[in-house]
């Protein structure tokens, strides 16, 4: 996976924040790799389900509608704080054009039903990749059942992590999150309940590091105990849901 636009989306301070991750290993991998995976549910919806719209929430400095090959009629749709989103529109330049921005912050839940309800019903994917950490539980919550009660039917793509791998492995993880200046606010051990919670149902819930140990080259190195604990190596994870 290559990303063209990467470093120059990132500046110099987001590149300082990746070399940061970088040097903590495993994270480093897992967020590349749910990148990937992601990048698979999205074209595979966008295969089979005739999508209209993908809308990004918390969008940050993603590049996939631009770093991917997709249908001609496929809108993106990218929501984030405006200062953010008026740096990605001046570095993208006339790229920019290929995508609608939208200023949202996702803790105005008011404020994300009203999109939803101005979209209307249309065929869509919600992505919220690396959001819902950084959102209070509730709030997360909150936010999933706006989108499973929004017009239409809706797919949301998103990873989870937490728990018991965050304990074992991640401890300097959210240390280095929160220097970045986006602390850790929740941790979802159970990615399936949660979301089913909240009103959608799960049809795909990928392991991170059982679709990367499929691979004929695996970036993950876990140590070997996780051979006896099979649970933890299941915790970090992309779900694929649905609404009603």
């Known amino acids: 996976m290559v990303d063209p636009f990467a470093a120059h989306l990132c500046g110099a301070e987001g590149l300082a924040i990746g070399r940061a991750l970088e040097a903590e290993g495993r994270a480093h991998d897992a967020i590349a790799i749910r ?10 919806a966008a295969a089979r389900d005739g999508l209209e719209e993908v809308v990004l929430l918390g969008v ?22 405006e200062a953010l989103l008026a740096w990605k529109r001046v ?52 936010l999933l059942g ?8 809706a ?9 018991a791998w965050s304990a074992l492995f991640g401890r300097r993880i959210p240390a280095t999150a929160e220097r970045a200046g986006a602390p850790y606010r929740t941790r979802i051990a159970h990615g399936r309940r949660f979301f089913e919670e909240a009103g959608l149902h799960v049809e795909a819930d990928v392991s991170l590091v059982a679709w990367d140990a499929a691979r004929p080259e ?3 190195r876990l140590p070997w105990i996780t051979r006896l604990m099979p649970g933890v190596r299941d915790v970090a994870r992309v779900i ?3 609404s009603a």
């Not at 400095?61 to 249908?71: E, G, N, Q, T, Y």
């Not at 797919?155 to 728990?163: F, K, L, N, P």
């Open 60 to 81: 940050g400095l993603d590049a996939r509608a631009h770093r991917l090959s997709w249908p001609e009629a496929l809108r993106f749709l990218e929501c984030d704080h």
């Open 91 to 142: 570095r993208l330049g006339e790229l920019a054009a290929r995508v609608g921005y939208r200023s949202l912050d996702l803790r105005d839940l008011a404020a994300v039903e009203a999109l939803f309800a101005e979209l209307g019903p249309r065929r869509r994917v919600v992505v919220l990749e690396g959001v819902v950490a950084y959102l209070e539980e509730p709030v997360a919550r909150a």
């Open 35 to 44: 990148t990937r995976v992601i990048d698979e549910r999205l074209a595979l």
């Open 218 to 220: 695996p970036r993950f």
């Open 155 to 163: 797919r949301v793509i998103a990873d989870v992590g937490g728990g």
């Open 240 to 242: 694929d849901a649905v």
């Open 146 to 153: 706006v989108i499973a009660r929004a017009p239409g039917r």
